[in-house]
């Protein structure tokens, strides 16, 4: 499933707007280093390391953290975010896994740290989000030749006893309904008392994608040179 996800990151432009907003933070606030949380796979990571690179950013450095953490990977709970991990923490595409006060947990985390934080989801709660999760098996049969490696294992569950294509769809189904909406997500933010942090809810209008993705930016304000 994952490799089938990385494969998409690849079709549609989004890490490349998902890369202006970060590099404009980074920029913004003096740094040059990412903190990613949820990174599982890590998908749309080298699209986005190469998109940030364009943009001047060549030598960010991009540290990839998971609770289940793979190789190459920093076992990191989210939900239990050092204060001492500084970066822009970033979030692709997991948002919608954590329930409201989980999430609200996350948003207060690098708030209270000081640390700006970036969420895109890849996935929305929209009627016509949900229903193309109609089309995703075709995708999953027209796309999986794409993916490298491309194991025997991914073909065997994809043609001859096809169950990834109509998984990939229920897990779809599933992400677009319980992805929050930028106004759901900018209302958490109303909770955490941090004068100093700003917040800014998106709806991301990204060609090839019939529908808006939603985004949190949050950013520590930045004192003046009179401070």
Known sequence: MTSYLAVTYGLIPAPAHWAKIIAESLDEQGIDNIVDLCSGAGGPIPILQRELAQLGHSNTRINQTDLHAREGVEPLDALSFPHSLTGLRTMFAAFHHFQPPQAKTILRQAAESGQPICIFEATSR????????LFIPLFVLLLTPRVRPLTFTQLLFTYLIPILPFVIAWDGFVSNCRTYTSAEMLAMTREINADSYRWQA???TIPGVPFPLPALIGRPQKKSAAA
């Open 126 to 133: 929209t009627p016509l989000a949900i229903v193309s999760t």
């Open 202 to 204: 998106l709806d991301l």
